[in-house]
């Protein structure tokens, strides 16, 4: 599948200025995966709520759950990927604060000022054909690709950038920066 160019909703400069930063409220515990095919580019998912707004797969992780098995478990409902084998996990939890726009109640119910993830890098060992964004519902992705590291990191939201480009730096050597 060839990647799509790069046009996201990007988030400019006054959207960064409104994170809520100084808010009380506790952040959700979630994991993110980097999912990486043999050539290593970067699995990205078009999110069906918001079309243009891609990113990688992430979530919520449930009660009870270790991050690794959340992980596992994102990567199943998000994709349909069970062919991965789990190359590393970032040290620290990575946080980001959500816009004031979104925070206010619009996402998880308003209960959480953003996000702390643990992140984790998968080798994809299967085929494309394997890929079903259907196989859990309600469906998160409607279309997906391929794309190198620094194109999904230019490509997602402000304020989830900081993050991209983190979790890129960890798995360095996992992922390759330029095609």
């Known amino acids: 599948m060839t990647p799509p160019a790069v046009d996201g909703p990007q988030a400019d400069a006054e959207d960064s200025a409104d994170l809520a930063v100084d ?10 995966i980097v999912l990486l095919n043999p050539a290593g580019r970067v ?14 797969p992430q979530g919520g992780i449930d009660r009870g759950e270790t991050p690794a098995e959340a992980a596992v478990r994102e990567l199943f409902e ?26 206010a109640g619009k ?33 998160e992705f409607g279309t997906w690709a391929w794309q190198p590291a620094h194109e999904v990191a230019a490509g997602i939201v402000a304020f989830k950038r900081p993050v991209y480009q983190q979790v890129f730096a960890a798995f360095a050597d996992l992922v390759r920066s330029t095609d």
Not at 47 to 55: E, L, V
Not at 78 to 103: F, Q
């Open 23 to 32: 808010d009380p409220r506790p952040f959700r515990p979630g994991v993110g």
């Open 43 to 56: 699995f990205v998912g078009q999110r069906i709520d918001m079309p243009g707004a891609w990113q990688m």
């Open 78 to 103: 998000e994709t349909g990927v069970r062919s991965a084998r789990l190359l590393a996990e970032t040290r620290d939890w990575v946080s980001y604060d959500l816009p004031r726009s979104l925070s």
């Open 107 to 139: 996402l998880w119910k308003g209960r959480y000022r953003g996000q702390t993830q643990k992140w984790f890098a998968f080798r994809f060992t299967g085929r494309d054909e394997d890929i079903d964004l259907t196989a859990h519902l309600p469906q």
